[in-house]
């Protein structure tokens, strides 16, 4: 799933939906984004005017039920009740775009009728490489490697749908936005890369970012936008180093001889 993006812009850097330019200034550099530190994340929303503005959303949904700070973490992280069983922690960094609207998922009101664009210019995956063993056959136990893909545009931005809820803590009266990337079937570069769960993040076009953040959507086009997949021949991707997340530069391309190429797509 897509957990770790990175957003590298200038203060002189506009984003582009339909004839509105919304200038991109006041936007924190972060070449590695990691979403388990659940921090907040710039996404773009519609605004009262008919325009667009962005503003800072804590990444990772919080469902409305949850009443205080205590909860939320056990919610993430998993806890141990009593009774000593453990119970573990649910990720809502992604919302799957096929099931979003099914009947009791959490996503459906904030996929209905909250709609936002996470902005990126590069995430990562890991790719799964099982090693030939001494007898021919592939190890149990894959080699997991490290790739930055992004968009071919010049400057590499791209919007990729998501969803918002507000979350109240009913302890302090505290009020934050919370958000969820959504995420698609793979395309073919990305049925390589991920080749796990082969999922990749939903990213749209200019022309369904649009749409995406209009009033009105039916049900079936909600979904229809929220399974988009980007052209493969749009995107590119390279290995990286494994310590990416700590490396000062995370994007720069490592060379690892015991893993095979990309297939052309």
């Not at 929303?45 to 469902?63: A, L, R």
């Not at 993430?76 to 009791?104: C, F, S």
């Not at 021919?136 to 919007?159: C, E, M, Q, W």
Request: charged letters at 20%; one cysteine or more.
């Amino acid at each position: 799933m897509c957990y770790y993006r990175g957003l590298t812009i200038t203060n002189n850097d506009t984003l582009k939906l339909s004839d509105f330019k919304l200038l991109l200034t006041g936007i924190e550099n972060q070449q590695v984004i990691d979403g388990f530190a659940y921090g907040s994340t710039p996404v773009v929303v519609s605004d009262k005017s008919g325009g667009y503005t962005f503003e800072q959303m804590e990444w990772g949904f919080i469902p409305h039920y949850l009443n205080n700070r205590e909860a939320v973490e056990k919610f993430r992280r998993g806890y141990t009740d009593d009774k000593g069983k453990y119970h573990p922690g649910l990720t809502t960094l992604n919302a799957i775009g096929e099931e979003m609207l099914q009947p009791g998922k959490m996503y459906r009101s904030a996929a209905l009728g909250r709609r936002c664009l996470f902005m990126s210019t590069q995430f990562y995956e890991w790719r799964h490489i099982h090693p030939i063993g001494k007898r021919g056959l592939p190890l149990k136990t894959a080699v997991k490697y490290p790739y930055a893909i992004r968009t071919k545009n010049d400057s590499h931005l791209h919007l990729i749908a998501g969803i918002w809820q507000p979350w109240t803590d009913k302890e302090t009266g505290e009020t934050v936005n919370t958000c969820s990337l959504i995420t698609t079937k793979a395309n073919p570069l990305m049925q390589q890369i991920h080749n796990t769960k082969k999922r990749m993040p939903c990213i749209l076009t200019e022309a369904l970012a649009v749409e995406w953040l209009s009033n009105v959507l039916s049900e079936e086009r909600v979904t229809e936008i929220a399974s988009f997949q980007m052209p493969a021949g749009d995107m590119e991707a390279w290995p990286i180093h494994k310590d990416f997340k700590t490396a000062e530069c995370p994007t720069e391309p490592m060379a690892y001889n015991e893993l095979p190429p990309l297939e052309n797509v």
